[in-house]
């Protein structure tokens, strides 16, 4: 089993910063891919960002340019790094990571979900 444990959530005044931290722990022998989602009440959840083991990262298009995500590898720990924050940033982000387990004698690929950490910037 793989745990992550999100933090880094809180209030923040519009055109502040915040940082989340996820870290994945237990039964990993690699991480192919680690991201945020973030999901609005009555909403689908989208994708905010998210970074492959190669280093590409993946933005959605309100966050370029504001947005930062980044691995820590030897940790297993992502982070988002949130600038210039806008109050339609206010929702509950959802970290995930795409995680290579060994299960016996076989490799298996699955992904894992944090608990998810409310955000909100105000006025």
């Known amino acids: 089993q793989v745990q992550l444990t999100e933090s880094g959530g809180g209030l923040v005044q519009a055109g502040g910063s915040l940082r989340l931290s996820c870290a994945a722990s237990g039964s990993i022998v690699s991480l192919n891919a680690m991201g945020w989602y973030r999901q609005a009440p009555g909403k689908q959840r989208e994708l905010v960002a998210d970074m492959t083991s190669y280093g590409r990262t993946n933005y959605v298009d309100s966050a370029k340019g504001r947005f930062t995500i980044s691995i820590d590898n030897a940790k297993n720990t992502v982070y988002l790094q949130m600038d210039s924050m806008k109050s339609e940033d206010s929702v509950v982000y959802y970290c995930?990571?795409?995680?290579?387990?060994?299960?016996?004698?076989?490799?298996?690929?699955?992904?894992?979900w944090g608990q998810g950490t409310q955000v909100t910037v105000s006025s």
């Open positions: 995930y990571a795409d995680v290579a387990q060994l299960l016996g004698e076989f490799y298996t690929v699955a992904e894992y």
